[in-house]
C-alpha cells in the first residue's frame, strides 16, 4: 500500500525567510510524485510532476526536488502570498485495473508567512 | 481552454439522504478521479473513471457509486447519507495516454445534518 507522510504539519515563516518541507514516501513502482497548493476550502492547485530521483523542478519562489524515498519543496524568500497548505501525492505503479491511477496524498503541510 | 468545474458549490442533507455530485473535466481530457477530503486531512480517493468504465477505486462501500457520460463528464452519487459523509467532495480530470498530473476542480462541500 503507497504512503505518505509530510512534515512539519503546520510551519510559520517571517516574510523572506527560506524553509524547506518534507514529503517521505513508500510506493510500489513510483509513476509520479505531485505537489499541490490548497487554500481554505478550494481544491488542490497543481504546482509539480516529478518522475525519477534526482529531477527538480522550479516555479517562481518554490523549487521541488526527488529522491528515492522524499522529495522536498524549498520555498525561497516567501511572501504571505505564499501561506497555503502544501500536500504531496504519489501515483504508484499498482494493479491499473483495481487501483487506477489514483494518488495517495499526505496530510499536507500547513505553511504561514507572517509579513 | 476551460478548468474542472464542479456543482453544487455547497450542498446541506439530511442523514438517510441521497445526493449526486457533478463534475465537468477539463477540455481533452479522458478521466476523471473522485476525492474526499475530511477537515485537516489529505484527500481520499474514491474512484476513478476512464472511458466511461470505473477503472480503479478506495476504500469506499458500494453506496458510493459513479457515472461518466460520453463527454467525460462524471457524477458521484452517494445513497443513505451518514454525519461522517460530510466533507469536501474534489474531482479531477486527466489524460491517460499524457502523463499522469491530475487537475482539481473548486470542490463540493457536503454537510450532513
Known amino acids: 500500500e503507497d504512503q505518505v507522510t509530510q512534515s512539519p504539519e503546520a510551519l510559520r515563516l517571517q516574510e523572506g525567510e527560506s524553509s524547506s518541507l518534507n514529503c517521505s514516501y513508500t510506493?510500489?513502482?513510483?509513476?509520479?510524485l505531485f505537489w499541490y497548493r490548497q487554500d481554505p476550502g478550494k481544491g488542490p492547485e497543481f504546482l509539480f510532476t516529478?518522475?525519477?530521483a534526482g529531477e527538480e523542478k522550479e516555479k517562481e519562489r518554490l523549487k521541488a526536488t526527488l529522491t528515492k524515498k522524499e522529495s522536498f519543496l524549498h520555498i525561497t524568500a516567501p511572501k504571505p502570498e505564499d501561506s497555503a497548505t502544501y500536500l504531496c501525492?504519489?501515483?504508484?505503479?499498482?494493479?491499473?485495473?483495481?487501483?487506477?491511477?489514483?494518488?495517495?496524498f499526505g496530510e499536507g503541510t500547513q505553511l504561514t508567512v507572517n509579513p | 481552454e476551460t478548468g474542472v468545474t464542479q456543482s453544487p458549490t455547497h450542498l446541506i442533507k439530511t442523514r438517510g439522504q441521497q445526493v449526486t455530485l457533478r463534475c465537468s473535466s477539463q477540455?481533452?481530457?479522458?478521466?476523471v478521479s473522485w476525492y474526499q477530503q475530511a477537515l485537516g486531512q489529505g484527500p481520499q480517493f474514491i474512484f476513478q473513471?476512464?472511458?466511461?468504465?470505473?477503472?480503479g477505486r478506495g476504500n469506499f462501500p458500494p453506496r458510493f457509486s459513479g457515472l461518466q457520460f460520453p463527454n467525460y463528464s462524471s457524477e458521484l452519487n452517494v445513497n443513505a447519507l451518514e454525519l461522517d459523509d460530510s466533507a469536501l467532495y474534489l474531482c479531477?480530470?486527466?489524460?491517460?495516454?499524457?502523463?499522469?498530473?491530475?487537475?482539481f476542480g473548486p470542490g463540493t462541500r457536503l454537510t450532513v445534518l
Open positions: 479531477a480530470s486527466s489524460l491517460r495516454e499524457g502523463g499522469y498530473t491530475q487537475y
Open positions: 516529478l518522475y525519477s
Open positions: 501525492a504519489v501515483q504508484g505503479s499498482g494493479d491499473e485495473k483495481t487501483s487506477g491511477s489514483r494518488l495517495t
Open positions: 477540455s481533452g481530457h479522458n478521466t
Open positions: 473513471y476512464y472511458r466511461e468504465e470505473e477503472n
Open positions: 510506493v510500489s513502482g513510483l509513476r509520479g
